[in-house]
Nanobody
């Protein structure tokens, strides 16, 4: 089993920055890849950024430029740096891990609200 706990969400003004953190615990060695997703009110959950099984960061075209995913393997942490935030970035941000045979693990999410 893998447990994921997100933190770092909150209220930020447009143009501001936030750094989200995801702490992973449990059978870490079974994790093949990790990623950040988000879900805005009334919308489907979407990929924000992720690492391939080889540790390469990748981003959907719509997320390139303002979001940066990073990790600290020694601390079992994954981060999401978000810059120049916009109101449309308001969403619950989820940490995701893929285990053996593609088994998905999800955190409970952290809310990011971009508003003046």
């Amino acid at each position: 089993q893998v447990q994921l706990v997100e933190s770092g969400g909150g209220l930020v003004q447009p143009g501001g920055s936030l750094r989200l953190s995801c702490a992973a615990s449990g059978t870490i060695a079974s994790i093949n890849s990790m990623a950040w997703y988000r879900q805005a009110p009334g919308k489907q959950r979407e990929l924000v950024a992720g690492f391939t099984s080889g540790g390469v960061a990748n981003y959907p075209d719509s997320m390139k430029g303002r979001f940066t995913i990073s990790k600290d393997n020694a601390k079992n942490m994954v981060y999401l740096q978000m810059n120049v935030l916009k109101p449309e970035d308001t969403a619950v941000y989820y940490c995701h891990a893929k285990g053996p045979w593609g088994r998905p693990y999800w955190g409970k999410g952290t809310l990011v609200t971009v508003s003046s």
